[in-house]
């Protein structure tokens, strides 16, 4: 991952994009349950060339993207499952792909909203009509990333 200076081997990648496939599994669900009701799905999925920890990481990937990154509700076991690393990139991507990328919920305006690492700082910049989207809400989902990842962060704003 590389805004979080996280190394990745060639299948957390594959597990990175398969949890971001899988991301809205659960959009039917009401909100208040789509957390737990996505990584109950996952996790009992019969996924071909998944084994059980990368299932347990993709399912807890979409369950902090929806739920944010609590642990109360967790099954000890699922984080056992999953180990150390693999809980750390769930976190991350699900702090980052699910909660930091939920702009405005319109198609189109990721690709237009950067995250880049700037001097060991990340640089989330929203461009003319996209400003308006830095609200309190997202400013906190980014001080979330930062502090996961060790880096300050700020929002810029350009014409």
Do not use: K
């Not at 769930?90 to 980052?96: E, I, K, P, S």
Request: aromatic residues 4%; contains cysteine.
């Amino acid at each position: 991952m590389e805004v979080s200076h996280l190394e990745e081997t060639a299948e957390e990648r594959r597990l990175r994009h398969a949890a971001c496939l899988l991301a809205d599994i659960g959009w039917r669900a009401h909100p208040d349950y789509r957390g737990e009701q996505s990584l109950n799905i996952i996790a009992h999925a019969n996924f071909a060339g998944v084994d059980h920890p990368g299932r347990a990481y993709l399912a807890l990937a979409t369950f902090y993207r929806h739920e944010g990154i609590i642990d109360e509700f967790m099954s000890p076991r699922i984080r056992e499952l999953v180990g150390v690393r693999l809980l750390d990139r769930a976190r991350v991507l699900g702090a980052h792909a699910g909660r930091l990328s939920d702009l405005g919920g319109h198609a189109g305006v990721l690709p237009r909203a950067p995250l880049t690492v700037e001097d060991r700082r990340l640089v989330l910049t929203l461009a003319g009509d996209l400003s308006g989207l830095a609200g309190e809400r997202l400013v906190n989902r980014l001080r979330t990333l930062g502090r996961m990842v060790g880096a300050r962060q700020r929002i810029a704003r350009v014409p």
